[in-house]
């Protein structure tokens, strides 16, 4: 019994002994651990080579995979509305944060990309922001060059161009808030700038050649009197204008119950920036009118005329 007891205890110092060994394993296995989760390492899903062909995981690679083992996809699925500005910002977020997580990882060099209803949004998005960009350059170009040569001045073309984009974003800023608060939409659809802008600089450039044009005409019969030929050319094309845009008003208003959203803010839009342009050009130009024409040239026309 003596001998079995030492024995035991023998038995007894050696568990102890290894005990103290699997905690100091323990312990450098937490530290490696927590080493690994704030290294780059971390972020991956490391197998075991063996394990690679383990019928589970193939399942997964086939459902997440193609045959070639190049391409994976991933199906993520936001509760918010797929058309909200909120889940437009969750795809911008994911794929941002995609891209950053993977670079410091093998697959540094892969391209990301995200499909579904959201992302077909922002690439229209994108997409109509580039050619309304360029849209807008070559307009307000080819109108700069065209009011040159018809108003014969380089700050009037200034003047009616600022004015136009000015009632655009004015316009454009007033529809915004009509369909948040009578339509319940947060924010416009991608196209509706587009067309509101062509439309209302189109509209707004004719209106300002036909004005100045008579004002040329009723400076050429009787220079000197600034302010009265400005009137007068504002009485008689105002008329003009003001039947022009009572018709193109009732035209776009016709689409507002046409129930498609695009359509209705267009129409708003360029209803609200034909009714900002009637009133603030025409004061504009008057105000402007002194600054941009010098009358001495005209009357010395005038008085050849009228010695003739």
């Given at each position: 019994?003596?001998?079995?007891?030492?024995?035991?205890?023998?038995?007894l110092n050696q568990a102890v002994s290894g005990l103290d060994k699997v905690q100091n394993g323990i312990s450098e296995v937490q530290s490696y651990l927590s080493e690994l989760k704030?290294?780059?390492?971390?972020?991956?899903l490391n197998i075991p080579r063996n394990e690679l062909n383990n019928s589970d995981l193939v399942t997964s690679y086939n459902i997440y995979m193609n045959k070639d083992?190049?391409?994976?996809?991933?199906?993520?699925?936001?509760?918010?509305?797929?058309?909200?500005?909120?889940?437009?910002?969750?795809?911008?977020?994911?794929?941002?944060d995609v891209k950053a997580q993977i670079k410091a990882?093998?697959?540094?060099?892969?391209?990301?990309?995200?499909?579904?209803?959201?992302?077909?949004?922002?690439?229209?998005?994108?997409?109509?922001?580039?050619?309304f960009t360029r849209t807008a350059m070559i307009m307000i170009i080819g109108i700069g060059i065209a009011l040159l040569f018809f108003t014969r001045s380089v700050l009037q073309p200034m003047v009616i161009i600022a004015t136009l984009v000015g009632t655009y974003?004015?316009?454009?800023?007033?529809?915004?808030?009509?369909?948040?608060?009578?339509f319940h939409e947060r924010m416009l659809t991608w196209n509706a700038p587009f067309f509101t802008?062509?439309?209302?600089?189109?509209?707004?450039?004719?209106y300002s050649i036909f004005l100045m044009m008579r004002y040329r005409d009723e400076e050429l019969?009787?220079?000197?009197n600034q302010v009265k030929h400005i009137l007068q050319a504002a009485t008689v094309i105002g008329t003009v204008v003001m039947s022009a845009i009572i018709i193109l008003s009732g035209t776009f208003a016709a689409l507002i119950p046409s129930g498609v959203m695009t359509l209705i803010q267009v129409a708003i839009a360029v209803i609200l920036g034909l009714m900002i342009l009637v009133t603030v050009l025409p004061i504009i130009m008057s105000a402007y009118v002194k600054l941009t024409y010098d009358s001495r040239v005209n009357r010395g026309i005038g008085i050849k005329n009228n010695t003739k």
């Open positions: 019994m003596s001998s079995q007891l030492n024995q035991l205890e023998a038995g704030n290294s780059p390492a971390g972020n991956q083992r190049q391409l994976t996809q991933l199906s993520v699925v936001l509760k918010a509305d797929p058309n909200s500005h909120t889940a437009a910002k969750t795809v911008k977020q994911l794929e941002k990882t093998s697959l540094s060099k892969a391209k990301v990309a995200i499909g579904g209803q959201t992302s077909q949004n922002l690439a229209l998005e994108t997409l109509s922001q580039g050619d974003y004015t316009a454009i800023n007033l529809t915004a808030l009509i369909a948040q608060h009578f802008f062509i439309m209302l600089v189109a509209l707004g450039v004719d019969v009787d220079p000197g």
